[in-house]
C-alpha cells in the first residue's frame, strides 16, 4: 500500500524488566519508560500514523550474546511504537517476522520496518485445512 517504515531503535527492556508491581497495581518501570522516552524522542511526527493493518518485520541485535527470549522483548517494543504515535493500537499488526541477530555491543539495537497492508494481501496467507 503504501511506503515501508523504517528505523533503528536502543536495545528494548525486557518484558520482565518492563513492568513493576507496586502493591496491587502494574506500572511500568522507570527502564520502560526511559525506553518509551527515547521512542518517542526519536520517532514522534517522523513518520505518518499507520492507519491500516500493519506488517513489522524485525532484527534485534542484543547487546551482548547472553540467552534471551525474542518474544520478551517484542512486548515493549510494540507498546513503545503505539505511544510514539506509530499506529493507534498494536493490534493492528496481524503479520510478524522477526529475528535475533549477532550482538552489537555494547548496546545493541533494534531494526524495525513497519508497512501497511492491504486485505488481499493479508488473505493470501490464510492456510486451509483438509480434514
Known amino acids: 500500500m503504501g511506503e515501508a517504515v523504517k528505523f533503528e531503535l536502543p ?53 551482548d550474546a547472553r540467552r534471551r527470549d525474542l518474544d520478551n522483548i517484542l512486548k515493549c517494543t510494540l507498546d513503545s511504537l503505539v505511544h510514539a504515535g506509530l499506529m493507534a493500537d498494536d493490534s493492528q499488526i496481524k503479520r510478524i517476522d522477526i529475528r535475533m541477530e549477532d550482538p552489537v555491543p555494547p548496546e545493541g539495537l ?3 520496518e513497519l508497512e501497511e497492508i492491504n486485505e488481499t494481501e493479508k488473505k493470501n496467507g490464510k492456510r486451509t485445512c483438509s480434514n
Open 110 to 112: 533494534v531494526y524495525i
Open 11 to 63: 536495545w528494548p527492556p525486557s518484558v520482565n524488566r518492563y513492568y513493576r508491581h507496586v502493591g496491587p497495581r502494574v506500572l511500568i518501570s522507570r527502564e520502560g519508560r526511559r525506553f518509551r522516552r527515547m521512542c518517542v524522542s526519536r520517532l514522534a511526527g517522523a513518520f505518518p500514523k499507520l492507519a491500516g493493518t500493519v506488517k513489522l518485520t524485525g532484527e534485534f541485535y542484543p547487546p
